[in-house]
């Protein structure tokens, strides 16, 4: 039996270049539990973007265990620590079951007619004193399908409103608008099999371990076998997916810009494109030629802070492979410039012409499990359909799918991102904010600021969440929603492939799934289509569903040849699947014409410095008519340097054993043990230089506030302190001490977002970093993953019960 914990990836299934990933299946049953107890529902993991297909584990109407479906093009049966031990949140007795409303001044229970009652008699305040634009609803990456459309639709086409935004904006927007930038519409290229197939792998500001440990797994397998492909990380930390690089650039943070305009330089200099491809397939090299010669690597080792020579070695690798996959999440994403320098790389596998073929492709990777979805529904800025707001034919044949006048749909301008909604509730536009499934309080840049406009007694707060998190304790009404598990629905990993799950048992007490909350506001409001039928039409999810593939219909995300049939069985099938591939497709731009036509593209695209967005006569006149756009862009430093007083560059980001703010991981007692507590990453020498050891207790503070954590003394790049985000106050009985002062990262971070894809940038604010008081040598970072302490520093990792993994024959 596998610790899981301790031993995160799990054994080694070692396989080469074009062979087939061997299954292994991981199972974990609570103690206690035998295989013969259990009835087993069909489902995948939403506590990360890969979309594991896995099985729920059910006995007596409760969840008591998962196992990996062999069958799965996703994950071959295996599963993460998070997905082998989250589900146990579900059963947590801190789960919200009743709804809460706020008399005088405290959180009481109450039942659904009166919070329903009381959101909306609000919204209907709102709407007769301010009008749509008082409305404000800001949504999850963890929501399903379902739930997602419904809410667009009563938002969008009912309400009128363009302020509804997901947490997707924190996470991967940059994503979907560096696709839409070169490819002309969202949807990731390739498929997972082409790791099956590359020979080298490009990652930058991805740490594939942590954030995406199946993917890891699949990677590692690779490394370790024969054929081997060769690995140029980007990173500022040390981490395990650096420690198995050809290459590992440990560069400044905020510099991504100048190293990728570097990358592009010597591939070019060197010959190391594809001139035919370019010519054929692309527009805009001509200028990407001028800006690339910027940027020899004497420069870009100047602001990266990294040997010119390491530079060139990278981009010897990425020129001279074969099949190229290069992928990129948060540390780009988050990041200063981050718009700009997701589109380089798309440009670096465009100029090797590595795009549409086995083992060639670009990932801008998601990060949350049904994030594609929130673009797919409109649920966040995208319109429904990945149409394009800006075109007036795109949203008439909307309005007449949802049937309303297309002046109700609120086009006239673009949707409003999350940052700029607190912005108008701060000054008093909005005055209605429904949050479901999201935790702002914890997870937007700035904390004091969002909480005080939270506090804000004009702003009437709804909170739809399975927990009372920090967010749902400033809210005026709390609905109790079902969790994963608990309803039917499907949902959209990173490379396009689309899973069911059905529900395995019920939400505890009055707990509600999302989809029954939305529709009950909608009819409570009486909305209507232009014959009078309710809006949404649809009652149950599979309604929704198929509604949903309708309107998909001739859109790059065609889900016409789905059914809730068709997925319930075997694996996950990948997007489009229609009529001409009726069983889905593994890669898209297998004909190397990509989606950029002006009539057809679901954005004319940016400005990659300022963000001004251009109109249907710029994108006209370019003319890319199917052709790939190499977007290019200059440098600039971070709006926020070190300096004397802040001399160190903040970086935030995830530990392998948490998701988000640990609303689900938090509870689950294995997950939670590995990583107890918040810490702060120090290099070698920084911490020498200030006196501090590992476990010592230090404060790091920024121009907007604080936080108090212990030391671990790790393989970071000097100069750079990281804090992982997911800890705010809520903590379990027995975590505080003398010490609990704030733990929250974003207590520190700054309130700045990228002018194309407008993600708030979490990794360059400048900090001060001080000691408070002698430790007892031991850090709660785990001692497993990234934030490894040096060698013979740090506690043990705590470990987790027994994990059975199968491969074929039986061995465990």
Not at 503 to 521: C, H, K, N, T, W
Not at 640 to 661: A, C, K
Request: with cysteine; aromatic share 8%; hydrophobic share 35%.
């Amino acid at each position: 039996m596998a610790d899981r914990v301790a031993d995160i990836w799990g054994a080694r299934t070692p396989y080469g270049a074009g062979g087939e990933w061997p299954v292994r299946v991981d199972q974990y049953l609570q103690e206690g539990v035998s295989e013969d107890d259990v009835a087993w529902s069909q489902s995948a993991c939403v506590l990360c973007s890969n979309g594991c297909g896995m099985d729920i584990g059910v006995r007596e109407g409760r969840i008591v265990g998962v196992r990996g479906r062999a069958a799965d093009r996703a994950n071959h049966g295996r599963l993460g620590p998070k997905g082998l031990f989250g589900w146990q949140a579900s059963n947590s007795p801190e789960r919200l079951t009743r709804p809460l409303v706020r008399r005088d001044g405290e959180l009481r229970p109450a039942g659904w007619d009166e919070a329903m009652g009381l959101v909306v008699e609000r919204t209907r305040e709102v709407l007769d004193e301010r009008g749509p634009l008082g409305m404000g609803f800001y949504n999850s990456g963890q929501l399903f399908l379902e739930d997602y459309y419904t809410l667009s639709v009563l938002v969008r086409a009912g309400i009128g409103t363009p302020h509804l935004d997901g947490n997707t904006r924190l996470c991967t927007a940059t994503a979907d608008f560096a696709l839409k930038e070169t490819f002309g519409t969202d949807g990731d290229p390739g498929s997972m099999a082409d790791f099956d197939e590359c020979d080298t792998i490009f990652a930058i500001g991805h740490n594939i371990a942590e954030t995406h440990t199946v993917l890891w797994t699949r990677i590692l397998d690779r490394l370790h076998g024969p054929d081997r492909p060769r690995l140029v990380v980007v990173d500022p930390r040390r981490t395990k997916v650096a420690q198995e690089a050809d290459v590992h650039l440990p560069i400044r943070s905020g510099t991504n810009l100048a190293l990728l305009n570097g990358i592009q330089h010597e591939l070019l200099a060197n010959g190391w494109v594809d001139r035919d491809f370019i010519e054929d397939h692309t527009t805009g090299v001509g200028k990407l030629e001028q800006t690339a010669k910027e940027y020899p690597p004497e420069r870009v080792a100047e602001i990266c802070g990294v040997p010119a020579g390491d530079i060139r070695e990278a981009a010897r690798v990425i020129g001279t492979g074969r099949r190229l996959v290069s992928t990129c999440l948060q540390g780009v994403y988050q990041s200063h410039q981050a718009t700009a320098s997701a589109c380089q790389v798309n440009n670096v596998n465009l100029l090797r012409g590595m795009v549409g073929r086995p083992g060639c492709t670009v990932f801008q990777m998601n990060g949350q499990p049904t994030a594609q979805n929130t673009r797919e529904t409109g649920a966040n800025g995208d319109l429904a359909g990945m149409r394009n707001w800006q075109n007036p034919e795109h949203v008439q044949e909307l309005a007449r799918i949802w049937n309303v006048d297309d002046i109700q749909i609120p086009s006239w301008a673009p949707p409003t991102h999350i940052m700029q909604m607190f912005r108008y509730a701060e000054e008093g536009s909005i005055r209605f904010l429904w949050i479901v499934g999201t935790n702002p309080a914890v997870s937007l840049p700035e904390l004091h600021r969002i909480r005080s406009i939270l506090k804000q007694e004009r702003l009437f707060v709804v909170v739809s969440d399975a927990f009372l998190t920090e967010t749902a304790q400033f809210a005026d009404v709390v609905l109790p929603a079902a969790m994963w598990g608990e309803k039917t629905g499907t949902y959209t990993n990173h490379d396009r492939t689309v899973h069911l799950s059905d529900q395995a048992v019920r939400p505890p007490g009055d707990a509600r799934s999302d989809m029954e909350i939305f529709l009950d506001y909608a009819r409570r409001l009486e909305l209507t289509d232009k014959d009078g039928a309710p809006l949404p039409t649809w009652r149950t999810p599979e309604e929704c569903f198929d509604a949903f593939k309708e309107m998909t219909r001739g859109r790059p995300c065609d889900y016409t040849g789905l059914s809730y049939g068709k997925l319930r069985g075997g694996s996950g099938i990948p997007w489009p699947c229609n009529d001409q591939a009726p069983d889905g497709t593994d890669r898209l731009y297998t004909d190397h014409r990509f989606n950029t036509d002006t009539a057809y593209c679901e954005d004319y695209g940016h400005d990659l410095l300022t963000g001004a967005a251009y109109e249907q006569k710029d994108h006209a006149a370019m003319g890319p008519a199917g052709r790939a756009v190499l977007k290019t862009a200059q440098y600039l430093p971070p709006h926020e340097p070190p300096g004397e007083e802040y001399p160190f560059l903040l970086n935030t980001g995830r530990s392998v054993y948490h998701w988000h703010t640990r609303t689900k991981t938090g509870r689950a007692r294995q997950l939670d043990a590995a990583a107890p507590d918040v810490w702060v990453e120090l290099s070698p020498a920084d911490a020498q230089r200030l006196g501090i050891v590992e476990g010592d207790m230090v404060r790091v503070r920024s121009p907007r506030g604080r936080l108090e954590a212990k030391a671990r003394v790790s393989g970071i790049r000097d100069g750079v302190v990281f804090v992982p985000f997911h800890y705010g106050e809520w903590r379990r009985d027995g975590e505080a001490d003398e010490h609990s002062g704030p733990r929250a990262a974003n207590e520190l971070t700054i309130t700045d977002w990228d002018p194309v894809s407008k993600q708030p940038v979490f990794k360059t604010a400048a900090v001060h970093v001080e000691k408070l008081a002698d430790g007892d040598g031991a850090s709660p970072a785990p001692t497993t993953a990234g934030a490894e302490p040096l060698p013979g520093t740090g506690r043990a990792t705590a470990g987790g019960e027994g994990v059975t993994e199968t491969s074929p024959g039986g061995a465990s």
